[in-house]
């Protein structure tokens, strides 16, 4: 099983990126997968999440309105487009895959992890 995670970069504030978690050895469509994000010495924090079948999302308070996940009728990969971006969104991104429904936003109900991707906004 693997998770591939691509897409991190370097870019200004306001700009944006696209992160993409394609996943094998594993059903995707089956799995919930969300994005977390953390900064050195910081916690592993829940960023965006999307049901197995992509028809629920949720997002935490600080991306909603600029931040979609998604993923298309074949569900893999999952995508977070990040609009928007400033500063405070700097951070190793790693996204996450979960046997079910999906949206838990508790990193330790995660079975399979990506391998990270750095994302630096400048200002």
């Known amino acids: 099983v693997q998770l591939q995670a691509s897409g991190g970069g370097l870019v200004q504030t306001g700009g944006s990126l696209r992160l993409s978690c394609r996943a094998s050895?594993?059903?995707?469509?089956?799995?919930?997968v969300s994005w977390f994000r953390q900064t050195p010495g910081g916690e592993r924090l829940f960023v965006a999440g999307?049901?197995?079948?992509?028809?629920?999302?949720k997002y935490e308070d600080s991306v909603a309105g600029r931040f979609t996940i998604s993923r298309d009728i074949t569900l893999n990969p999952v995508v977070l487009q990040m609009n928007m971006l400033n500063p405070e969104d700097t951070a190793v991104y790693y996204c996450?895959?979960?046997?079910?429904?999906?949206?838990?936003?508790?990193?330790?109900?995660?079975?399979?992890w990506g391998q990270g991707t750095q994302v630096t906004v400048s200002s």
């Open positions: 996450a895959a979960v046997k079910g429904f999906g949206l838990n936003s508790q990193w330790d109900d995660y079975e399979y």
């Open positions: 050895g594993l059903t995707f469509g089956t799995y919930g």
């Open positions: 999307i049901s197995r079948a992509g028809g629920s999302t």
